[in-house]
């Protein structure tokens, strides 16, 4: 990882068995569909096949597999980058005395799990899952694009604060997640997950696979909204 580009790599996120098996299931489904983006369906700014696996009952278990291994990752991303969590909200920890203090970087580092989790539970919640595939040769997301965009009255796609894509295979050529300002590029490998930030600091795009289709999930860690993180007024 390096020093100060907010970009968290984390091998080994997930089994390799588990990644193949989800390959398996997202071949077998009936719900895959031409990707989209925010526009709309252009195959021509990404073309893909997803699948969308958050909300049906069969893909429960999926969901679940997938979210506990970015939660886990995002705990380490939070260490490496304290102000992720810090600077967005005042939250405040209760120390050995009892008594709230004020989250600082410091605090947050020294925090286990066990203390950090629930933290992170109140100021975040996680996306929606796509599988995607990228058909070899062909397919990609070959536009310069970040995460946040005004699309709906709920705002829910200007809550989104970091983003994921977690590989569930390899074996092809390119393929790369490419970072424009970072001028960084990140290979898949299978079970790998990606961390970033969602904004325009870290536009990004899908490189083509070569030899080879590739396969992601991918989502967004999310803010709590309003009512959630401050109450209905």
Sequence with gaps: ?????????????????????????????????????????????????????????????????????????LLEYLRRYPHALVAPLMLHVHGPDGVPRRLTPERLQAMDDAALAPLVETAFRPGPINLQRYAADRGGYPYWHCELYPRDRSAETLHRHLLWTLYLNDGFEGGETEFLYQQRRITPRTGTLLLAPAAFTHTHRGNRPRGGDKFIATSWVLFQRAEQLFGAH
Excluded: H
């Excluded at 997930?14 to 895959?32: D, H, I, K, M, Y």
């Excluded at 893909?48 to 939660?71: M, T």
């Design 1 to 73: 990882m390096a020093a100060d580009d907010f970009i968290g790599v984390y091998p080994q996120a997930l089994p390799a068995a588990t990644c193949q098996a989800l390959v398996e299931r997202f071949g077998a489904s009936c719900g895959r569909r031409p990707g989209r983006v925010g526009g709309g369906l252009l195959p021509e700014l990404k073309d893909s096949e997803d699948l969308a696996i958050s909300g049906p009952a069969e893909w429960r278990d999926a969901e679940a597999l997938l979210n506990q291994a970015v939660f886990a990752g």
